[in-house]
């Protein structure tokens, strides 16, 4: 069973923001309602400006009418239709400049060593809380 903290930022300790936030705008890609919610939360909590998608398919079209606009995509690994890397590969043929963090409650969903040949920045494995995910994406935006 997941810890409930984990689910719902209201029941998670806030999380611990040393510095504000970098301007930036991330979409959530997450076919798990209660995931992406609970991702969204906790990145606008830190300051960030979210776009969010329950599919692949729909991030393709929010790329497309946000692509100059969108720093980071934080992506599941897998999901109906697309895989998270391959969403990944078509959004940076749009903005190749894009960073990647990509999620997985899978250990055996990818490798989970980061480059670019793998189509990500980072990795960050599900359930997380909200200080990890935001030390995950800061680190995304700013190396």
């Known amino acids: 069973m997941a810890d409930p903290t984990s689910l719902d930022p209201a029941l998670a300790p806030p999380p611990h923001v040393a510095d504000p936030a970098p301007p930036a705008t991330v979409l ?8 992406r919610a609970f991702a969204r939360d906790v990145l606008e909590m830190g300051g ?16 497309d009418a946000h692509a100059a606009g969108i720093d980071l995509l934080v992506t599941d690994v897998l999901m109906p239709g697309m ?7 078509r959004l940076r043929a749009r903005r ?20 670019g040949e793998k189509g990500w920045n980072a990795w960050l494995e ?6 990890e995910m935001l030390a995950k994406v800061r680190d995304c935006l700013t190396r």
């Open 126 to 131: 599900k359930p997380f809380g909200p200080d």
């Open 48 to 63: 960030y400006a979210v776009l969010e998608a329950p599919s692949a398919a729909r991030a393709l079209e929010i790329g």
């Open 83 to 89: 895989t998270g890397p391959e969403l990944a590969r």
């Open 28 to 35: 959530i890609v997450e076919d798990e309602d209660e995931v």
């Open 96 to 115: 190749p400049g894009l960073r990647v963090l990509c999620m997985s409650g899978y250990p055996e969903s990818a490798d989970r060593r980061v480059g």
